[in-house]
């Protein structure tokens, strides 16, 4: 690769290519007439300089003049002509001229009508004066309120339902945490009582954000609380001593117990420990679920379990979910905007927990990224979606995929036995790479990619816009379809940024043959707005919510 000062040394810039510093000119002197008689123009020499042209220059023209203001700005230009020549009355306006090398600047003109002795109008003048100096800092004032309006205020994203850091901005303190001193981490599982309805949503509610005043009571001010789990509250206790933790462990755990049933798991971590946050995470859950089993209120953990250990016990414990059946599907259906019919779904893959139900499955399939242990996980799921199009000849199914399972060689080889298992028609099938996954091995992943699309399967791309790597993937995988982010979606019809940032974004993907689906639309307006956009396809509650799969009985129209 060439880098940059090579290219300029092989590609050295013509003697005198940059313009010369205008100097901005006497405003009393920078001035043009035009007369409708003989369609005559004339300007002050001050004016040529501003414009960058000769002062003696011969056959000036209106549409010399006109070419010398910027084009966004030729609509007001004449809207100021016509209103002074209609009304008799000086019209004040601000525009952008050009200056014959291409660059431009900003000035006040003044537009005086010019009459002739009969009271009618015969011309104008225009009197010039370079604001540029003035408009930059307007315009710098302006794109920085809105830049502030449009980048998120904080990365410190709260729990909807408690008010608590969610669990990835909870992870990122406590990696923050084992940069600096050492200290504890709690995790704290509570529920109103042993039984699914004891532990409804709508009594779940309730619970947890009267569980996470209490902790914010309790707890210390230099002392972090965030929502881990469905119903996990952790407390991360930085710079304390592990006799001061156990301490405030037990009187957390107490206090709590007094609400619900509570059972705490406080796990140790030192400075620059080889445990990072998931896996402490992972330690302070199995400590609580010892203290459920050994029905106590605590268990300790002083030192945090290897990560060979950890990883083996989490392989075990996925294994035992799937052997279990604690794993089901839900589908989402997705409408086609030309026909108007749901044309195909997306399967989501959901974690009934002990007494909760079904969960989302973000908190597992990240740990099991993390662990290395996703692949069974995701060959779970696809070969049920085999089932399923067996059952139904014509289903049209979208598959997650992470992005480790893509990269891993093994992948590509039982998609082709399932396939043959099973006689699927390929076409039934779409596979999905979530965008903001961290993609193992991108040489098997495009292996992947091309060896699915010969057989006959679709690619998607998910959550396209949200990660570093969305225009890069479009070209390194032969993707069929984008998913845009429903973080753009959401607020699309009351957010102008949002509206350009999606146009863009389907512009882009039609550029290159691919067709697009739009999330998270809720209501009619933004459905209008997306067909407006050229999406192709919607997926939202307004179209259906997540239901649990029945099989044979997925809506196709």
């Known amino acids: 690769m060439t880098v940059p000062e090579e290219r300029e040394r092989l590609n050295p810039a013509p003697p005198h290519a940059l313009p010369e510093p205008r100097q901005p000119a006497d405003e009393c002197t920078a001035w043009f007439t035009y007369t409708a008689a003989g369609d005559q123009l004339v300007w002050s020499p001050a004016f040529s300089a501003m414009i960058g042209r000769l002062p003696a220059e011969k056959g000036k023209t209106r ?48 537009i005086e009508p010019m009459a002739g002795p009969d009271g009618s109008v015969r ?103 965030g929502r881990v789990g469905p119903n996990e509250i952790a407390v991360l206790l930085a710079g304390t001593t592990w006799r001061a933790a156990r301490e405030q462990a037990r009187e957390l755990v107490a206090a709590l117990g007094e609400l619900a049933h509570c059972w705490g798991g406080l796990v140790r971590f030192e400075r620059d420990a080889e445990a990072g946050s998931h896996g ?14 050994a029905d106590r209120a605590l268990t300790l953990v002083a030192h945090p379990v290897p990560v060979r250990d950890r990883q083996g016990s989490y392989r075990t414990r996925v294994a035992d979910a799937l052997g279990t059946d604690r794993f089901t599907l839900y589908s989402q259906p997705i409408l086609e905007l030309q026909t108007n019919k749901v044309t195909r779904h997306e399967l989501l893959l959901r974690v009934l927990d002990e007494t909760d139900g079904p969960q989302s499955p973000i908190q597992v399939l990240d740990t099991a990224e993390r662990l290395d242990a996703i692949f069974d996980i995701d060959l779970w799921v696809v070969e049920r979606a085999m089932r399923l199009a067996a059952e139904q000849p014509g289903l049209c199914l979208q598959v997650n995929l992470s992005g480790r399972s893509v990269g891993d060689p093994r992948l590509t080889n039982e998609v082709e036995k399932l396939l043959d298992r099973y006689r699927v028609d390929p076409a039934q099938l779409t596979f999905e790479i979530t965008e903001t996954a961290l993609i193992g091995n991108l040489s098997e992943a495009r292996r992947f990619a091309d060896r699915v699309r010969d057989l006959g399967c679709g690619l998607a791309l998910d ?74 396809y919607v997926q939202g509650y307004l179209i259906g919510r997540p239901s649990p799969v029945v099989p044979g009985r997925l809506r196709k129209s």
């Open 63 to 110: 549409q010399i003049l006109a070419r010398h203001v910027h084009r966004d700005d030729h609509a007001k230009a004449l809207g100021a002509i016509t209103e002074a020549w209609t009304s008799l009355n000086t019209v004040h306006t601000t525009v952008r001229l050009m200056r014959a090398d291409g660059g431009w600047f900003d000035v006040d003109c003044s």
């Open 123 to 225: 011309g104008i003048r225009g009197t010039v004066r370079d604001v540029s100096a003035r408009e930059r800092a307007r315009r710098e004032s302006v794109r920085l309120t809105r830049r502030g309006e449009t980048v998120q205020a904080s990365l410190v994203e709260p729990d909807p339902a408690t008010g608590l850091l969610i669990r990835a901005r909870f992870a990122d303190e406590i990696d923050r945490a084992l940069r600096g001193a050492g200290g504890a981490l709690l995790v704290v599982r509570v529920q109103t009582g042993d039984t699914v309805e004891a532990v409804r949503p709508d009594h779940n509610a309730d619970l947890l954000h009267r569980a996470a005043r209490l902790v914010e009571e309790k707890a210390r001010p230099e002392h972090l609380v």
């Open 280 to 293: 402490l995470l992972i330690d302070a859950e199995q400590a609580w679920r010892q203290s459920r089993e």
């Open 463 to 536: 959550d396209f816009g949200s990660g570093y790597a969305s225009f890069r993937y479009l070209r390194l995988f032969p993707i069929d379809l984008v998913k845009i982010d429903g973080e753009y979606v959401v607020d699309l019809v009351d957010n102008p940024q949002d509206q350009v940032l999606v146009r863009a974004l389907v512009q882009v993907c039609q550029a290159y043959g691919i067709h697009t689906v739009a999330e998270f639309v809720q209501d009619e307006a933004t459905l209008r707005m997306l067909r407006e956009l050229g999406v192709d």
